[in-house]
């Protein structure tokens, strides 16, 4: 009765269009050209890498698609117990009509060439949006992005905001600061003004959200634009920051971020907890690991100051996740966000979700995302959620608590897609 | 089978008279007499706010009972999901002949004069403890309560210690200290006497523990007499201690007491972890959260230097169970307590009791208290903790380990009253 | 159907034979000889001692095996929920033919005269290996052992450095490493050199892995040998190292032992997170427990610097189990090991078997060892480990999965014993 339970709520939650509230889609190309596309997710070079399989080989300079993929196949014999492996044939099976239940060398080169064949369609990205039942794409975009060239009504921008908070110190960064704005700062009010001015670009394009990810080290407080004032000056003149120095200057600058938030009244994606480069001989992107000695209380002052902020957080170490339920059981501002990136496999996302929907306001919690670079992602890690939250509900609402099978199915559409709307704002 | 399994062990739990050994019960009034008693209870208001009801609609000074459950009462819809929720309706069910399965706008106000008229029957609190089974109450007192008026062999007093060890800052905790014990302390001999004082009166008055809770960066040791002297002699003088001032004083205090509680051969409930005033904005006794990065390790010294004193533990972050199980599998003097707080939702308990049965002796573990403010409150949160407890007896005992059912009662049944029996003393 | 499938999978996990890649056998006394080398596991008399059994009564001088087993007995009775005592249970029932499911005062001689009979049969050690399937056990050897006077092919010697890294402070450390070594180091070069004499001797002594357990604060780093020399020429000379200077020479040590790794190939076995004699009144090796807070990000500098060196690497805190699964999905040379002393019981094998599947290479994965100190243990503990792991197996592959039976038997097969092999070289 209970796998007929989960199944049936499962069967509802399946035939809900969704919202993806947070991706890395390019939206000039959004659907994969080749398999290489989806392989070359970081999740499948890091794994092959970790397994095994020489950098040089994943990323030599030129190498054709075909090749690439002929060279990743081999290692998924070593990753096939993986999570991110299932992903990978599920989608092969949903869109390249792939009949087995194990890509290697034997059938790899007839999947490709189908799959080359179906990408090649004028109407890929559109087959893929409806088999994927997606109405809409956040996406992250650099805040220099042009936001032209694509409907921003279903690919819907976000202003990341790492390079602003951490990297002014790279004049490529002051560069196109400047180059976007207008603006050559010269003291904290001007930068101030910079930072405005991208946030009416955004929002004019039609914009939902600001979003940054964060170290474990970082504590957001307010520092006055009298401190911040010789260190705009400073690092505009080309300077080196101290690392003290620098560490101020970035939080002026988040704080300052907060504060448009108020005023554009954008929600403030805050990803916490990722420590850059620490494998440094790693693949692209498979590089990043983090700290689990993090926590919420580092933002004790972020969330006071800032309570007309809606904060969606996520945290990248499972140890953060009570915190994260008991702030957001607490702080109106605070909203549970996802399973962000090392959290994202079923054994992690079952028990968040459990706690989350144990003992958050219901109206608080965003289920999912998917992360994605390439459109085809969606849909095998929504099936992942779906079914661990399909179960959820049968075993702790139905099953434990009488809930009745209605009731629970609203529940989980709610926090698959309702909130994502009430809290970002409807697609049109 | 192994549902029945479940229901079987259940049965007999329910059937166990219970002492609450740790709750927040005023003696001279003890269960509710509104419905705005029960829904006043931090749990729903601050839920409640933290889904946007306002504080000063919650908080109004004057505000009629009936008015405050009306306007709590659109609110619940955002956190029917909750574990709190479900005890509410739990309690209406129960106490109230409430039929349905949801309380919202259509119904609560016959839920309101139901209970209205029920609560006001003379023998309103002893039905409650009937129907709850309880046969004895902890209490939480302040050192500077009278403990009379009430029959303290059924509501046992407790010494609450927060005041004394982190508040002689204050003059208020310094007056109420002299005022109720005589005593002025100028020497830290002197303020060692006054506690002893409170020790004294609360062993008269049939007390059978110290208690306190204490923040993520505690970490008593030792100080000497010449030490504190000087840091009593500042304080009770009215000035001002140093941050560095006052820890010492704190470890002082702190030690003192644990000295007084080998004398009078009282146990020691820590609570360890919470921060208090977090959200400064938030609503009465829902502002506080807490730094997960705590450890054990923190008391090293405490542990070993009062092999006497048993330290009944409990911690308010989820990720610090496994290290209580193994201080509690090590330490003599270590028993672990309950489900504290934001701990107390299934998910963590359900794991936590698992560790702990698994890994510490069945004679060290106090498996669960309310915490509770109104009486009406332990009978849904010890329901809650019972239908875990059977399931974990049912999986991991009779199934797993092919124990009998009547063996892994008798382990229920010992960590539901019989170690709070043996740990406190019994009830009389 | 769930059931049946589970137990499909444990049949055939039970009938492979085994390799156990870490344990404390005393290869010239492998099996016990007595009760009491059993019931002498500080698993149980810290236990017991916990439950309130005085150490003076467990580690009386001249004491009886059988008086000291007739001590212990009695307090089984508190212990007898924990995984611990399954074991215990688990033996007593396969090896000395006890039908009872209880060792209690009624029954216990019985068990014991009937196991010592065993034991002294002049083939036990030789029946219990058949018995529990092993072709290999691992030791841990100190750095001075002979490594003569047994079968290395059988039982596998493994260097064991934390006296090397942390306690040359110690004359009689220094001593050992002179007489082992014929080297008496002035000089950073020359304790270098002394450490290649003993990783010369393993190697061809069959060794296959250096290993060390590291406390939780510890973080390698680089250290010159400029920088290293003055404190090895101080340490040699009997002069005490100030505590800032041992982290120094202690880092030196450390990293000098990868190097030597690299140069014999040895793979590098961290234990990271044991405070030692936490507990100083505790009983023989029931004395250390931990601080939860420790990091990976602590060996960034190592995994970096030593790719050609396999680290498998065990947490002691179940809080770091999703760091170790990230490190080792990023990091080509990290392996995650087994489930070490605190986190070896079955609701955290369970959750860490089940995220390592998900989420790491199957071919990085070192599903168990005993950490035994007799050889009768190995049974009961990889059986234990075996029920868990059919379990997962089951439910997160087979079930959720749709994967075949035979496929998740083999990859239950790779992590029990496979990978054994391919990491640190099959058995001969």
């Given at each position: 009765?209970?796998?007929?339970?989960?199944?049936?709520?499962?069967?509802?939650?399946?035939?809900?269009?969704?919202i993806d509230?947070?991706?890395?889609i390019?939206p000039?190309?959004a659907?994969?050209?080749?398999?290489?596309?989806?392989?070359?997710?970081?999740?499948?070079?890091?794994?092959?890498?970790?397994?095994?399989?020489?950098?040089?080989?994943?990323?030599?300079?030129?190498?054709?698609?075909?090749?690439?993929?002929?060279?990743?196949?081999?290692?998924?014999?070593?990753?096939?117990?993986?999570?991110?492996?299932?992903?990978?044939?599920?989608?092969?099976?949903?869109?390249?009509?792939?009949?087995?239940?194990?890509?290697?060398?034997?059938?790899?080169?007839?999947?490709?060439?189908?799959?080359?064949?179906?990408?090649?369609?004028?109407?890929?990205e559109q087959?893929?949006l409806?088999?994927?039942?997606l109405d809409g794409v956040f996406l992250?975009?650099?805040?220099?992005?042009?936001?032209?060239?694509f409907d921003t009504k279903f690919y819907i921008?976000?202003?990341?905001?790492?390079?602003?908070?951490?990297?002014?110190?790279?004049?490529?960064?002051?560069?196109?600061?400047?180059?976007?704005?207008?603006?050559?700062?010269?003291?904290?009010?001007?930068?101030?003004?910079?930072?405005?001015?991208?946030?009416?670009?955004?929002?004019?394009?039609n914009?939902?959200?600001?979003?940054?990810?964060?170290?474990?080290?970082?504590?957001?407080?307010?520092?006055?634009?009298?401190?911040?004032?010789?260190?705009?000056?400073?690092?505009?003149?080309?300077?080196?920051?101290?690392?003290?120095?620098?560490?101020?200057?970035?939080?002026?600058?988040?704080?300052?971020?907060?504060?448009?938030?108020?005023?554009?009244?954008?929600?403030?994606?805050?990803?916490?907890?990722?420590?850059?480069?620490?494998?440094?001989?790693?693949?692209?992107?498979?590089?990043?690991?983090?700290?689990?000695?993090?926590?919420?209380?580092?933002?004790?002052?972020?969330?006071?100051?800032?309570?007309?902020?809606?904060?969606?957080?996520?945290?990248?170490?499972?140890?953060?996740?009570?915190?994260?339920?008991?702030?957001?059981?607490?702080?109106?501002?605070?909203?549970?966000?996802?399973?962000?990136?090392?959290?994202?496999?079923?054994?992690?996302?079952?028990?968040?979700?459990?706690?989350?929907?144990?003992?958050?306001?219901?109206?608080?919690?965003?289920?999912?995302?998917?992360?994605?670079?390439?459109?085809?992602?969606?849909?095998?890690?929504?099936?992942?959620?779906?079914?661990?939250?399909?179960?959820?509900?049968?075993?702790?609402?139905?099953?434990?608590?009488?809930?009745?099978?209605?009731?629970?199915?609203?529940?989980?559409?709610?926090?698959?897609?309702?909130?994502?709307?009430?809290?970002?704002?409807?697609v049109d």
């Amino acid at each position: 009765m209970s796998q007929q339970l989960t199944q049936d709520i499962l069967t509802e939650l399946e035939a809900l269009r969704l919202i993806d509230p947070h991706t890395h889609i390019n939206p000039h190309s959004a659907a994969s050209q080749t398999l290489a596309d989806i392989m070359g997710y970081h999740y499948y070079t890091e794994l092959a890498h970790s397994a095994g399989l020489a950098k040089g080989q994943i990323e030599e300079p030129g190498l054709d698609p075909k090749e690439k993929v002929a060279r990743l196949i081999p290692w998924l014999a070593t990753i096939e117990n993986t999570a991110q492996y299932s992903w990978l044939l599920e989608m092969c099976q949903t869109f390249f009509d792939f009949q087995g239940d194990r890509l290697d060398e034997s059938n790899w080169e007839a999947v490709y060439d189908t799959s080359l064949q179906k990408m090649s369609a004028p109407d890929w990205e559109q087959s893929v949006l409806d088999t994927s039942g997606l109405d809409g794409v956040f996406l992250t975009n650099d805040f220099d992005d042009p936001l032209t060239g694509f409907d921003t009504k279903f690919y819907i921008p976000c202003l990341r905001t790492d390079d602003l908070v951490f990297h002014l110190g790279q004049s490529a960064v002051r560069d196109r600061l400047q180059t976007s704005t207008g603006v050559s700062p010269g003291s904290a009010a001007e930068l101030k003004n910079a930072l405005g001015v991208l946030f009416e670009r955004f929002k004019s394009g039609n914009a939902r959200a600001c979003a940054i990810s964060l170290p474990p080290d970082f504590s957001p407080q307010p520092v006055s634009e009298a401190v911040a004032d010789p260190l705009v000056a400073k690092v505009f003149s080309g300077e080196q920051l101290s690392a003290d120095e620098m560490t101020s200057l970035s939080c002026f600058v988040f704080w300052s971020l907060a504060e448009h938030c108020v005023e554009h009244r954008f929600p403030f994606d805050l990803m916490i907890g990722v420590n850059r480069r620490v494998f440094e001989a790693g693949v692209f992107q498979g590089q990043d690991l983090y700290d689990k000695r993090v926590s919420l209380i580092q933002y004790k002052s972020l969330l006071n100051a800032f309570p007309q902020v809606i904060f969606p957080i996520s945290v990248l170490s499972e140890t953060s996740n009570q915190e994260l339920v008991s702030y957001a059981w607490i702080f109106p501002n605070v909203v549970t966000d996802g399973h962000w990136w090392y959290s994202n496999i079923p054994v992690f996302i079952e028990r968040d979700t459990r706690a989350r929907l144990q003992a958050v306001p219901q109206t608080k919690q965003i289920g999912y995302y998917s992360d994605m670079y390439k459109l085809e992602f969606a849909l095998p890690k929504f099936a992942m959620y779906r079914r661990i939250l399909a179960r959820v509900l049968a075993t702790d609402f139905v099953a434990d608590r009488g809930w009745s099978v209605e009731k629970a199915i609203l529940l989980g559409k709610r926090v698959l897609r309702g909130n994502v709307e009430s809290i970002f704002g409807g697609v049109d």
